[in-house]
Structure formats: C-alpha cells, structure tokens
C-alpha cells in the first residue's frame, strides 16, 4: 500500500511541476504576443470577437461589440502584459482558449483585409494627384 502511495505522490508532483512549467512558458509567450499588439497594432484597431488591447498593456475580452469600441460592458477575462506572474489563473486559461479557437487566424484575416483596402487607397491618391 504504501508503494501506491509514494508512486502517487511521486506522479502527483511531476504532474504539478510539468503544469508549472506550461502555464509559465503560456504566460511568456501570451506577454510577447501583448507586446507584438501593442507595438505593431493602433489603440483603435478592432481585434476579432469583441477583444481590445489598451495602451496601458491590457488585452481585454468584452460581452458586446460596441462596447469594445468605447471599453464599456463587461469584461470577460483579461490579461496585462505589465504584470505577467499576477494574471488570474482562469484569465490564462481563458485566453489559450481563445489563441486554440483561431484567433490569431481571424487576427491575421482582418490585418490583410485592412492592409488591402489601405494600399487600394493609396494607389486612388496617388493616381488622383498625379492627374493634378
């Protein structure tokens, strides 16, 4: 019996270390990805379903739409890249979940659509004052 017990005990803390480990490198890679937004992305830009990312170094998940435009609503979960080893467990989790359901391809979408429409734009001022 107590071989079962050091056996569980044993798998119980490679289990916890392993998981220590994982959420660590998660919160590093999400705090690079936060400081790629804030750096590469203006305040303004709509991030896909319903997300804002602040000035101040919050990424935010809200219940509605138009109130991620003004920072109004709810917040459902969010992450602070200022503070990585303070973000609520749950946050953490919440935000892989977000990262695993595509987001960064959604992400990834809107800046093409929108690098499209601004070049489009460019070539009809370009092409409207070279006729001036």
Request: charge should be positive; proline fraction near 2%.
């Amino acid at each position: 019996m107590s071989e079962n017990i050091t056996s569980s005990v044993a798998r119980l803390y490679r289990a916890g270390s392993e998981h220590s480990r994982s959420m660590e490198k998660l919160r590093k890679a999400i705090d690079t990805l936060l400081r790629w937004i804030g750096k590469n992305l203006p305040t303004s830009f709509l991030l896909p379903d319903n997300c804002r990312y602040w000035r101040h170094g919050e990424f935010v998940q809200y219940t509605n739409h138009s109130d991620a435009r003004f920072g109004a609503g709810i917040k459902m979960f969010f992450v602070n890249s200022k503070s990585v080893s303070e973000w609520p467990h749950e946050h953490v989790l919440y935000f892989s979940k977000l990262i695993a359901s595509g987001w960064l391809d959604r992400l990834s979408m809107l800046l093409e659509k929108e690098a499209a429409m601004l070049g489009a734009s460019a070539y009809k001022v370009e092409k409207f004052l070279a006729a001036k």
